[in-house]
Structures are given as structure tokens and as C-alpha cells.
């Protein structure tokens, strides 16, 4: 696989975390640009919350300054986890037992094996930084997670398939490259509907829990302002923001 045109690639052996690397050098980038750590000493995920990150894992932040509003730059997770599911297709040949779970997840034979952190740098009209963290050779116990949460697992364990990080960086970079040209071409649409085609839970009774309360209802669709839409005891109803539990 080819490297995308336009973008770069920085390699680093050690680095707090992809996404605090993208905060320091974004001011001083031209274009889009992947940092890949092969060793992260404070790798974080959603929420503040630690992420496990052993060597030979996969830690990687695409840091860009997209032109459009806040609401439409936030659908790139969207965007970046569809990349994510074309290349766990291309490395591994098969599709089979691959599903993207919202908002920001990618599950492997029902456990979650990739996870996908954005957050903005220098507020509205600046960067944004797409965190992406895979476990390709271990996962973390499961006591390691919150409770209810999607066991993680490895790609490794699951498939057989040993992919190291720069062949993950190679496949992931030029898929996403592929999404992102999508994306600004055509809009949402068909990244919704492309993304609802591997949804994982879809038509099934799931619980969103947001501040304060758990809502549960059946999941009919992600919508055009890529809420998570719920029918409910007391209607249908629009989460932009949620841990969703099965």
C-alpha cells in the first residue's frame, strides 16, 4: 500500500502520547500529518481514562486543520473508524467478525479491539487531533475496564494474524486517506450509511449512559448529525454523547 499523497508520517520510539504530540507541533505543520508511538508513557482514552498500551500495540494520532464547523469536524470518528475497519480487512483478508459500535469503537468477534479519541487543539477554526489505539498483540485484562464495558481483545488472539504497527500505520493511513477524500467530496451520507451497514447492535436493545441516567432503548440508527437514536418505553430519542452498553 502506497503512502497517501499530501500527508506526512512521523515515527517516534517513545512519546508521552500521540495526542499530546500533536498539541506541541500542530502550529508548525502544513498539512495533515500521522505521529505513530511505538512505546507511549501516558496514552489516555475517552474520559480522562487510562489506556493500556503494551509494546507492539498500536498508537497513532492524525493531527489536521480541517475548514468546516465544529459539528461537521466532530463526524470524523465516523470517518476514522471505517479506515479503521478497511484496513483490519486489507491486513487480515476477511471482514468476518468485524463491527463498528458507537460512538467510537471497533469490535473484533464481539470484544473491542480498537478505540478512537477526538479532541481539538487551539478551540474552534484549529486542529484536530484523531488518537487511534489498537490492540494488535494483547489486550488488557478485563478487570482493567470498566464494568459492563466491551471486553477487549487482541488481533492477534483473535485472528492468528501478527501485524506490527508500521504495517498498521501503512494500511490505516491510506484507507483513511480514501474515507477522508469521501468525506469532504460527498459529505456524511454515505459515510452514515456505510458505517450503519457494519454497525454492531443495530436493531438490538442497548443502554446509553449519560450523566445523571441510563437510557435503554432499541438502537435504529445513527442520524444525519451522527446521534445514536434510540426507540424508548417513552419515544424515540437522540444521544450526541454516550457510553453505550450492551
Given amino acids: 500500500m502506497a503512502w497517501p499523497e499530501g500527508y506526512g508520517k512521523r515515527v517516534l520510539a517513545e512519546v508521552d502520547s500521540t495526542n499530546a504530540e500533536a498539541t506541541r507541533i500542530a502550529a508548525d505543520l502544513s498539512g495533515p500529518e500521522w505521529i505513530l508511538g511505538l512505546t507511549q508513557t501516558a496514552a489516555r482514552g475517552r474520559r480522562g481514562r487510562a489506556w493500556v498500551n503494551p509494546l507492539g500495540n ?94 477487549p481483545v487482541s488481533l492477534l488472539a483473535e485472528t492468528g494474524k501478527r501485524v506490527s504497527p508500521e504495517q498498521m500505520l501503512e494500511a490505516l493511513a491510506s484507507a483513511y486517506a480514501e474515507r477522508e477524500a469521501s468525506f469532504v467530496t460527498y459529505g456524511f451520507a454515505p459515510i452514515r450509511q456505510a458505517w450503519m451497514e457494519r454497525a454492531a447492535r443495530l436493531g438490538e436493545v442497548v443502554t446509553a449512559r449519560l450523566p445523571g441516567r441510563d437510557v435503554t432503548g432499541t438502537f435504529e440508527e445513527v442520524d444525519a448529525k451522527g446521534n445514536l437514536v434510540l426507540m424508548t418505553a417513552k419515544g424515540r430519542e437522540e444521544i450526541a454523547a454516550a457510553d453505550v452498553f450492551f
Avoid at 463526524?75 to 491486513?91: K, N
Avoid at 478512537?116 to 475496564?145: F, M, R, T, W, Y
Fill in 58 to 151: 498500536f498508537a497513532a494520532t492524525l493531527v489536521m486543520r480541517p475548514s468546516e464547523t465544529p459539528d461537521v469536524v466532530a463526524l470524523r470518528s465516523f470517518v476514522a473508524a471505517l479506515a479503521l475497519y478497511d484496513a483490519f480487512e486489507r491486513l487480515t483478508g476477511t471482514s468476518a467478525g468485524l463491527a463498528l459500535k458507537w460512538p467510537n469503537d471497533v469490535l473484533l468477534n464481539g470484544g473491542k479491539v480498537a478505540g478512537i479519541l477526538l479532541e481539538g487543539i487551539g478551540g474552534p477554526g484549529g486542529h484536530l487531533a484523531i488518537g487511534i489505539g489498537i490492540n494488535l498483540i494483547a489486550a488488557p485484562e478485563a478487570n482493567q475496564v470498566e464494568a459492563r464495558a466491551v471486553a
